[in-house]
């Protein structure tokens, strides 16, 4: 079940970069098929721990085959990082790992709602046991709420236009599947860019159904406050938002990216980046998983 859930991207070079010692405590933040769990976990002694973090029940069914000496997972968004470690007694951590990439479980699966390639409901929730649907965005938020994020999250240039022809069709019928919403807003798109633009207008309603923006920061502030001295921070990013806040992050130690210089001018920061380069797929990977084309591997330490 593993292998077909999702494909683990830059498996080696993620867990590689967490600098494993074999009683160290590590986290997964996104657990997913369990792949890159799994890699971190076949690295550790009896003395080590590592928490997985992943708030889809779908999830939860990888979790198998794992000592629980050593291993626990917790069904939860990684946001709240910090509240679970601290209810497992866990002050520090010596590595973080987050690949953000959706499962290819979830594209594949017509019943989620994540892709256009199926018919289906209209949902995108990561955690299915509560939250507003897809579809319930579409139909609840105003014109320029949808505007908002159509142009935010999918660096959308038609935004305007689109949230317009959304709050018309609902007006008349709600749009409640993922085929009532491709007529509504396909006739946007020249055929071309079709796929690519459609990917964005997805894209962004599934960052707003699941607050991912908000998650990921609040997950950096508390991995930040949580890794030891000498502790590593990995993460793979697929589009330039989350990208920016995780650089943003590693050179000034805030999401925003504010830089506190000293009196010498150097930036005040928590960490030292282990690769000043993104790491990126080998031409191998990309040919056999697709999917981690646009994938971005970013490593920092805790100073």
Known sequence: MQTT??????????VDGLNIEEGG????????????????????DEKGHLYSFDQDADAEKNAEGFDEGKFTFVRSNFRF????LKYYGVEQIDGLLADLGVSSHHFDDSERGFSFRFEGKLDMRMNQRAGNTAADVVNGYDEKQLADIFYLYGELKQSRKIAAAIAKARAQKKI??????????????????????????????????????????????AATEMLRPGGRLVVITYHSLEDRIVKNLMKTGNVEGKEDKDFFGR????????NRQVIVPSEEEMAVNPRSRSAKLRIAEKI
């Open 5 to 14: 859930y999702h494909v683990p991207v830059l498996l080696k070079e993620s």
């Open 25 to 44: 405590v590590f986290v997964d933040v996104t657990f997913g098929g369990g792949g890159h769990s799994r890699e971190v976990y076949s690295r550790l």
């Open 81 to 84: 990082l910090k509240n679970f």
């Open 176 to 221: 409640e599947t993922i085929g009532d919403f491709m007529e509504v807003v396909k006739p946007f798109f020249k055929s071309e860019r079709e796929k690519k633009e459609m990917a964005k207008v997805f894209q962004a309603l599934r960052i707003e159904v699941n607050h991912e923006m908000d998650a990921l920061r609040e997950m950096l502030n």
């Open 267 to 274: 930036v005040n920061t928590p960490f030292r980046l282990v």
